[in-house]
């Protein structure tokens, strides 16, 4: 580096600093920029389970029980006997369950149901309700 005659470097102490007082410590650790110990929490998130909805078939004098048994193998995913009883436990009780679902794909299953019900000219009725 060059110096012209004008410029002067000054050698001497650093700045004059504060002296620290005992307190000034404590203040400084718990300053969340300062350096030091730090408390690190690990945050676990929970997800809450969803609710249920089952969905059941509703009796009426009109629809054939081989068509109720159709829609239960179709859209519930059934076997031909477990469809065949709940069939006959809605026919002899007036309400029967098809199965359980979440929210969205109960909503699904009794549009379905009851879409192909109006399709085919059977009142068959199939509603939710809440677990």
């Known amino acids: 580096m060059m110096l012209s005659t004008n410029q002067r470097i000054e050698v001497g102490r650093p700045p004059a600093v504060a002296p620290r007082l005992a307190d000034d410590d404590r203040r400084r650790r718990n300053d969340p920029g300062s350096p030091g110990t730090a408390v690190i929490t690990k945050t676990k998130t929970q997800t809450k389970r969803p609710n249920l909805y089952r969905v059941l078939l509703l009796n009426d004098d009109y629809t054939p029980m081989e068509f109720v048994v159709h829609v239960l193998e179709r859209f519930f995913n059934k076997d031909r006997e477990t469809a065949y009883r709940i069939m006959m436990h809605v026919h002899q009780h007036g309400i029967g369950e098809c199965g359980i679902y979440t929210y969205e794909v109960a909503e ?24």
Do not use: A, G, I, N
């Open 108 to 131: 699904t299953k009794v549009t379905q149901v009851m879409d192909f019900s109006r399709k085919h000219q059977h009142p068959l009725q199939c509603v939710m309700e809440k677990k």
